[in-house]
């Protein structure tokens, strides 16, 4: 059985730095392509990064690339997502997501909340 947690939501002040994870099991790690999602209050859920099975096979969206930065260790099954100099834009609920070539899994989210 497949299983995506997240963790490391939580609340943070605009400027301020976050480190999302995502601990993978029930698939062959290292063969899937990893990807982060955001869903903010009242819109429809949009990608931020993915992780490729390649090296250096990572994206983030224009965006927000200059302040998020994904990675991945296979070794231990998780994949990163870096939110630096957050903004109120980036408050919402953040998926990881697994795709095998066949079939997306989605884990259950980590709201990110960001307030003064």
């Known amino acids: 059985q497949v299983q995506l947690v997240e963790s490391g939501g939580g609340l943070v002040q605009p400027g301020g730095s976050l480190t999302l994870s995502c601990l993978a099991s029930g698939l062959s790690f290292s063969n899937v392509v990893m990807y982060w999602h955001r869903q903010a209050p009242g819109k429809e859920r949009a990608q931020v990064a993915r992780?490729?099975?390649?090296?250096?096979?990572?994206n983030v969206a224009e965006a927000v690339k200059d302040r998020f930065t994904v990675s991945r260790d296979n070794g231990k099954n998780m994949v990163y997502l870096h939110l630096s100099r957050v903004e109120l834009d980036d408050s919402g609920v953040y998926y990881c997501a697994a795709f095998n070539g066949v079939t997306t899994y989605w884990g259950q989210g980590t709201q990110v909340t960001v307030s003064a």
């Open positions: 992780a490729g099975t390649v090296p250096g096979g990572t």
